[in-house]
């Protein structure tokens, strides 16, 4: 341990000296302030501490509403600025208590130097802010306080009441509070008005594209684009836009640059938060804005994907076989191809074994599911190398959303003789062009021909409103056209015509159920083919589509176009509809309405279905 030495130092001989010189002081300092010292009660000015306190009100306020502020400006701190405007106030309030208050001078002196360090670091935050937001989500401005003048002197019931008609959650999880500043009412009642309609009409996308001249916005509905042009104008719709990139946390500056984030709403209250991706692009001409509402029918079971239940049966009954094999998922692009293969997924115990994905596009997180998801501009290896690395991982159960090459085919079959389920997803206008697909890219029909479990088609198609449909009896010649026996239909539906969408008074009315758009949700037409052994010797030995085409109708098969007839005859969806569907959307316009003749719902030329057994 170091004894301290004993020798005085510098330090000690300089506190003598002060020491000495404060003792010679004392008759100064009898001289000085103590004589001048207050008589008893005068050593507190309560008017001016009092003055204080009222000063120090608009500023508190300030900090609070900083505070809330800074929430929505995402390029701005709110931490770093709540520090330096509060320090700004305590830094000016302890140079005013500290100078002497002998005399008014001197205390309106402090009460200025309070005043300026303060509004300096107040107004530094306002200069900041309003450089990163909107014009029109200036404050402070002389529109911004002639606005809040205006709204002063009214009454309550006078000013405008901004409405939440849609609770927000912020991508960071925090609720959006509806705004009590004015400068952010608008742009919060602009986007609350875009999300609640789309949300209204459950649109499952939603496109906002702004420029210079005006604004174009259109919406999915149920798989079917519909433009929306008398909802909001361009001032409002650049006002909704910019607040969604703040919630989102994007760059509201960046207006050309691809971003995405998301944020989740909910028009029937908390419990039924939507999650919505909030993607924006541009150019020097225009900005686009892409709301995707991620909706339920991407946490569906087997069971509620739309297969008869004779399709389901065999399906199911494939899935609960143990060990490996191939099942081939097929569908053009939109055609809910990848919920199939979702729906899949969860039909495995995810628990037990051990299930694994490869996907371009995900729809959603799967939950206790590893997804693999690939990037082009990430990765350096090709779609198929990075399903081999996925192989080594030892999984029981794959999904493949894509078959993009013969390496991918190759693999999918290999592993799926190894013992490992795949489940592969491929672009194909029926079965049968998928198994031919298949075979041509693996290159070894042996191998195809041994795994293969069974290959599906589909195609989504509306269902009419069970509100709003009208039943009538369908033409003859309409079901001699399509196989059908006249007696097996005595009545199709049909989509209202307008005018049968008024009341008594010829009024519009609006169905509550379907908004007068005639079609609720979607559901699935399927094409299942099942891979006995009879098919499989066919396959192997390379025989023609006709053959294998052949033998499943002998096997009992029905083709897409015989489901969606079924779907019509159970008053599912309309015939006009399930036209639409099949219908190569390439080569032909898009279905006419209803004609006004017999039924209201006759199309020209139906193509014909093969009879079953033919």
């Given at each position: 341990m170091?004894?301290?030495?004993?020798k005085?130092?510098w330090?000690w001989?300089?506190?003598?000296a002060?020491?000495?010189?404060?003792?010679?002081?004392?008759t100064?300092?009898?001289?000085g302030?103590?004589?001048?010292?207050?008589e008893?009660?005068?050593?507190?000015?309560?008017?001016?501490?009092?003055?204080?306190?009222?000063?120090?009100?608009p500023w508190?306020?300030?900090?609070q509403?900083?505070?809330?502020?800074?929430l929505?400006?995402?390029?701005?701190?709110q931490?770093?600025?709540?520090?330096i405007v509060?320090?700004?106030?305590v830094?000016?309030l302890?140079?005013?208590?500290?100078?002497?208050?002998?005399?008014?001078?001197?205390f309106?002196?402090?009460f200025g130097?309070?005043l300026?360090?303060?509004?300096?670091s107040?107004a530094?935050?306002?200069?900041?802010r309003?450089?990163?937001v909107?014009p029109?989500?200036?404050?402070f401005?002389?529109?911004?306080?002639?606005?809040?003048?205006?709204?002063?002197?009214?009454?309550?019931?006078?000013?405008?009441?901004?409405?939440?008609r849609v609770?927000?959650v912020?991508?960071d999880g925090r609720?959006?509070?509806?705004?009590?500043?004015p400068?952010?009412?608008?742009?919060y009642?602009?986007?609350?008005?875009?999300?609640?309609d789309?949300l209204w009409?459950?649109?499952?996308?939603?496109?906002l594209?702004?420029?210079?001249?005006?604004?174009?916005l259109?919406?999915r509905?149920?798989?079917?684009?519909?433009?929306?042009?008398?909802?909001?104008?361009?001032d409002n719709?650049?006002?909704?836009?910019?607040?969604?990139?703040q919630?989102?946390?994007?760059d509201?500056?960046?207006?050309?640059k691809p971003?995405t984030?998301e944020i989740?709403?909910s028009i029937?209250?908390d419990?039924?938060?939507?999650?919505?991706?909030?993607?924006?692009s541009?150019?020097t001409?225009h900005?686009?804005?892409?709301?995707k509402?991620?909706?339920?029918e991407?946490?569906?079971?087997?069971?509620?994907?739309?297969m008869?239940?004779?399709?389901?049966?065999k399906?199911?009954?494939?899935?609960?076989?143990?060990?490996?094999?191939l099942f081939?998922i097929s569908?053009?692009?939109?055609?809910?191809?990848?919920s199939t293969l979702?729906?899949a997924l969860?039909?495995?115990?995810?628990?037990?074994?051990?299930l694994?994905?490869?996907?371009?596009?995900?729809?959603?997180e799967?939950?206790n599911?590893?997804?693999?998801?690939?990037?082009?501009?990430?990765?350096e290896?090709?779609?198929a190398?990075?399903?081999?690395?996925?192989?080594?991982?030892?999984?029981?159960?794959v999904?493949?959303?894509?078959?993009l090459?013969?390496?991918?085919?190759?693999?999918?079959?290999?592993?799926?003789?190894?013992?490992?389920r795949?489940?592969?997803g491929?672009?194909?206008?029926?079965s049968f062009?998928?198994?031919k697909?298949l075979?041509s890219?693996?290159?070894d029909?042996?191998t195809?021909?041994?795994?293969?479990?069974?290959?599906?088609?589909q195609?989504?198609?509306?269902?009419?409103?069970?509100?709003?449909?009208v039943a009538?009896?369908p033409?003859p010649?309409?079901l001699?056209?399509?196989n059908l026996a006249?007696?097996?239909?005595?009545?199709?539906?049909?989509?209202?015509?307008?005018?049968?969408?008024?009341?008594e008074?010829?009024?519009?009315?609006?169905?509550?159920?379907?908004?007068?758009?005639?079609?609720?949700g979607?559901?699935?037409?399927?094409?299942v083919?099942?891979?006995?052994?009879t098919?499989r010797?066919?396959?192997?030995?390379?025989?023609?589509?006709?053959?294998?085409?052949?033998?499943?109708?002998?096997?009992?098969?029905?083709?897409?176009q015989?489901?969606?007839l079924?779907?019509?005859?159970?008053?599912?969806?309309?015939?006009?509809?399930?036209?639409?569907?099949?219908?190569?959307?390439e080569?032909?316009?898009?279905?006419?309405?209803?004609a006004?003749?017999?039924?209201?719902?006759n199309?020209?030329?139906?193509?014909?279905?093969?009879?079953?057994?033919?």
């Open positions: 170091q004894v301290p030495s004993s005085p130092t330090g001989w300089a506190g003598v002060l020491g000495a010189w404060l003792a010679g002081q004392d100064a300092l009898a001289a302030p103590l004589a001048e010292l207050p008893p009660g005068g050593y507190t000015s309560w008017i001016r501490i009092l003055i204080i306190l009222v000063m120090m009100v508190l306020l300030f900090c509403w900083v505070d809330k502020d800074a929505f400006v995402r390029r701005v701190n931490a770093m600025w709540n520090v509060l320090a700004g106030g830094i000016g302890i140079v005013w208590l500290f100078l002497p208050w002998r005399t008014a001078g001197l309106a002196a402090g130097l309070w300026v360090i303060t509004a300096t107040c530094m935050y306002v200069i900041v309003n450089g990163v909107d029109s989500a200036r404050v401005t002389p529109k911004h306080i002639k606005f809040w003048f205006a709204n002063l002197g009214k009454k309550q019931a006078d000013r405008h009441v901004v409405e939440e609770k927000l912020a991508c609720k959006v509070p509806v705004p009590d500043d400068a952010k009412a608008e742009p009642e602009a986007a609350q008005i875009l999300l609640h789309a009409r459950r649109a499952t996308e939603a496109e594209v702004v420029t210079a001249k005006g604004v174009k259109a919406y509905i149920d798989g079917v684009a519909t433009p929306r042009s008398d909802l909001i104008d361009r719709a650049e006002r909704a836009l910019l607040f969604l990139k919630i989102a946390g994007l509201i500056t960046e207006r050309r971003q984030g989740r709403a029937g209250g419990r039924g938060m939507t999650e919505v991706d909030v993607q924006t541009g150019t001409q900005e686009r804005l892409s709301l509402i991620v909706g339920e991407t946490k569906l079971r087997l069971h509620d994907l739309g008869s239940p004779s399709d389901l049966e399906f199911e009954s494939q899935v609960r076989q143990p060990g490996g094999g081939l569908g053009p692009a939109g055609s809910g191809v990848t979702y729906a969860r039909s495995h115990d995810v628990f037990m074994q051990n694994l994905t490869l996907e371009r596009e995900p729809l959603m799967l939950e599911i590893t997804q693999n998801i690939y990037d082009s501009t990430k990765h290896g090709s779609y190398r990075q399903l081999q690395t996925v192989l080594r991982r030892e999984p029981d159960v999904m493949v959303s894509d078959c090459d013969r390496e991918t085919a190759h693999l999918a079959a290999k592993a799926a003789k190894d013992g490992k795949i489940y592969l491929i672009q194909a206008k029926d062009d998928a198994l697909k075979v890219l693996a290159g029909t042996d195809v021909a041994s795994v293969i479990k069974m290959v599906t088609s195609r989504l198609i509306r269902k009419l409103c069970i509100a709003c449909r009538y009896k033409d010649q309409l001699q056209k399509a006249v007696g097996k239909a005595q009545q199709f539906f049909r989509q209202p015509k307008p005018e049968e969408l008024v009341d008074k010829g009024n519009p009315r609006m169905c509550a159920n379907c908004q007068n758009s005639a079609y609720y979607r559901t699935g037409l399927f094409e083919l099942t891979i006995d052994d098919m010797d066919l396959i192997s030995r390379g025989q023609s589509i006709n053959e294998l085409r052949a033998q499943a109708r002998k096997n009992g098969m029905l083709y897409l015989e489901v969606g079924q779907k019509v005859i159970e008053g599912i969806t309309g015939m006009n509809e399930m036209l639409r569907v099949m219908r190569d959307e080569s032909s316009p898009p279905p006419a309405a209803p006004a003749g017999k039924g209201g719902d199309p020209p030329a139906a193509p014909a279905a093969p009879k079953k057994g033919a």
